[in-house]
């Protein structure tokens, strides 16, 4: 319990001494607490016999500190203890006018009554020129307060500075460190998770198809992680890295933009390729290394189809009909077949007038059922012409879904 609430019990207790004497204490630990000065002065003129003149500079001081912080309640305490020390001085127009500050403020006050009719008592029976009719208080006192000590300073310890340092360093351990990535069409994001790497300290090696970062643990080993191939080269001068306070962050900028990459690296190396790890021995959560395994990508588009005998190759249809294939003689003199002519029905390909593909989707929109030319319409208008289906009975189930060929990202506009 401290001294403030020692104070209250003894004055609760009417032990009003030991309050005077707790309330000190108190004050001396925070001579601007308000309270503690109406709670003395309050001791003070419960004394037997009263210390008044002690009880009215408390209050006084209690009513500077309190119009300082605008609280009209502490204002009206504290006027209302002067008012009653006043009394106790036999200054009783004094007092009558801190009773009056007090009913302003707060009219309800109990004893505010009954300390003015004591007030009028007094005053009847003195003469017209006697002192204590006279008024010589303000609404404020122009007193000093009690100044507040300032604490000298302490010397800054020698074993502080080292927690300090320590707090600096690398605060997650190493086996709790991990990693992530994402990707955009454009750069693939590699986030190193660990709070309180030294940006002075680390090094970051972005190479064309690697990338590498190290630093030191408080332990004293070096913390060492690396992707080493990366899936696909990646443009150095573009890609960038940063350091903040709980990860290291590095922004990769793809050679090929528009590549997705299935993984951050290649495949791995064979089991005997040694894993990343620290120098005093432990593995850490690195990714091993791996070997690039990035190849052309030459394959044509696949496009979605319904056809239950696999995609079209799109792409040699278009071509055969760029083409301008000889008729086959009826008599077979050329000594050809007609394999040609063979060929493009293989295709299922006529030849029409104008442009060679418009006729092929003309002909089969033709001689197709309703059914089919519904599902057509419908599969090509809702996926923004990028699945053409004859399955009605498939289409008809709901909308169809934009479907881009790979590597391509359908965007609207």
Not at 390 to 409: A, F, I, L, Q
Request: with cysteine; proline share 6%; aromatic share 6%.
């Amino acid at each position: 319990m401290d001294q403030a609430a020692r104070g209250a019990s003894a004055l609760a207790a009417a032990d009003f001494s030991s309050a005077v004497t707790h309330y000190t204490n108190a004050i001396a630990s925070n001579p601007q607490a308000v309270d503690y000065y109406i709670k003395r002065s309050t001791a003070y003129t419960r004394l037997s016999p009263a210390e008044s003149a002690s009880a009215l500079q408390d209050s006084e001081v209690a009513v500077v500190l309190a119009n300082k912080r605008g609280k009209r309640e502490l204002i009206a305490q504290s006027q209302l203890r002067r008012g009653i020390a006043l009394f106790g001085l036999e200054r009783w127009a004094d007092a009558l006018k801190c009773f009056d500050w007090v009913s302003k403020i707060d009219e309800k006050e109990k004893s505010l009554k009954i300390w003015v009719i004591k007030c009028d008592g007094k005053l009847k029976g003195l003469d017209e020129d006697d002192e204590r009719r006279k008024v010589a208080v303000k609404e404020i006192p122009e007193i000093e307060l009690p100044k507040v000590a300032k604490p000298a300073p302490q010397p800054v310890a020698a074993p502080k500075t080292e927690e300090k340092a320590a707090v600096e360093g690398v605060q997650t351990p190493a086996s709790q460190i991990r990693h992530e990535w994402y990707q955009t069409s454009d750069t693939v994001v590699v986030t190193l998770f660990a709070k309180g790497i030294p940006k002075e300290k680390a090094t970051i090696e972005i190479q064309q198809d690697s990338v590498a970062i190290s630093f030191p643990l408080p332990t004293g080993a070096d913390f060492h992680f690396s992707l080493d191939p990366l899936y696909a080269n990646i443009d150095t001068s573009a890609s960038t890295s940063k350091i903040m306070t709980t990860k290291a962050e590095l922004t990769l900028k793809k050679m090929v933009p528009g590549l997705k990459w299935p993984s951050i690296e290649g495949t791995e190396l064979s089991p005997d390729e040694p894993a990343t790890s620290t120098d005093d021995g432990t593995e850490s959560s690195a990714v091993k290394h791996a070997v690039p395994t990035i190849q052309a990508n030459n394959s044509v588009p696949s496009y979605p189809t319904s056809s239950k005998s696999g995609p079209k190759n799109w792409d040699k249809v278009v071509e055969n009909l760029k083409k301008k294939p000889k008729k086959a003689k009826k008599d077979g003199k050329d000594g050809k077949d007609d394999s040609e002519s063979d060929s493009q029905q293989d295709d299922g390909i006529d030849s029409d007038e104008g442009d060679g593909v418009n006729g092929f989707f003309s002909r089969l929109y033709k001689d197709a059922d309703p059914d089919v030319k519904r599902a057509m319409m419908k599969s090509y208008q809702e996926s923004n012409g990028t699945a053409l289906s004859t399955d009605w009975n498939e289409v008809k189930r709901g909308p169809v879904e934009t479907s881009p060929p790979d590597g391509m990202v359908a965007k609207k506009w």
